[in-house]
């Protein structure tokens, strides 16, 4: 039985072609919780699927996982969000053991480390790829993070107050290291990551996974600054 929560939830779902994948993932939603489907440019009927299925749909023209996500961000008006992919390979049906530190104000930021269920789930050059992510966050911030988790929850406006810029694959990595200099309370917890449905649109290839590499050196890269969002954080404890 999936859990809900007495508080307000919204989930992005940033989508590039997900239309085969979509009624699986907006069945496993939490009931009482909205699913915010952002169409990335989609030509396999994306967005009627999601609306016939009863998502709210955001269209993002500018192609980028980062722009998809923002996009949603800026769309959602519920207390906590939650990001989750739409390919089929994480179940949104877990996000509330992924948003509960956050909704009990136990952690600011959570992520689900991704547990691979089956040979094939997770390519091997996307698992080295990460390994080497974990390594840099590390030596950046000081977190002991072993997976830059896609499927991650937060509170509205404690994200909307990192000023995140970065529109490509570069964008979840961003969150995390603005959040960790804001002093956000950042905790992971294991989730199954099973094969997705298609082909993925950045770790599919080598050239997609070290594109997403590149992005991410360029967040790692930017000089540390000051966030507003330690503020906002801290008052929601």
């Known amino acids: 039985m999936i859990e809900t929560s007495p508080l307000p939830v919204d989930v992005v779902l940033p989508c590039l072609d997900e239309a085969e994948a979509l009624p699986w993932v907006l069945d496993r939603i939490p009931p009482g919780w909205r699913a915010i489907v952002v169409d990335n440019g989609s030509t396999d009927g994306t967005p009627d699927v999601a609306r016939s299925l009863g998502a709210s749909v955001v269209h993002e023209p500018r192609r980028g996982f980062g722009a998809a996500c923002h996009a949603g961000l800026s769309a959602a008006t519920a207390d906590v969000v939650c ?3 739409c390919d089929g390979s994480l179940d949104p049906g877990l996000l509330p053991q992924v948003a509960g530190p956050v ?3 136990s952690a600011d930021l959570v992520l689900g480390r991704r547990r691979p269920t089956a040979l094939g789930a997770w390519p091997a050059h996307a698992r080295l790829a990460n390994l080497e992510l974990a390594r840099l966050i590390r030596r950046r911030t000081g977190l002991r993070l072993r997976d830059l988790g896609p499927m991650r929850a937060a509170r ?7 000023s995140l810029s970065d529109r490509r694959s ?3 990595l961003q969150m995390v290291v603005r959040a960790a200099e804001a002093g956000w309370r ?3 917890t294991d989730v199954p990551y099973r094969p997705r449905t298609g082909r993925s649109k950045v770790t599919g290839t080598w050239r997609g996974t070290w594109q997403a590499v590149r992005d991410m050196r360029a967040v790692l890269a930017e000089p540390p600054a000051a966030h507003p969002a330690a503020a906002v954080a801290g008052a929601a404890r």
């Not at 509205?156 to 990192?162: F, G, H, S």
Request: net charge negative; with cysteine; charged share 25%.
């Open 83 to 85: 990001f989750c992919d």
């Open 103 to 105: 909704l009990d104000g």
């Open 156 to 162: 509205r406006e404690a994200l909307l107050a990192l």
């Open 170 to 172: 570069g964008y979840p």
């Open 186 to 188: 950042v905790h992971e």
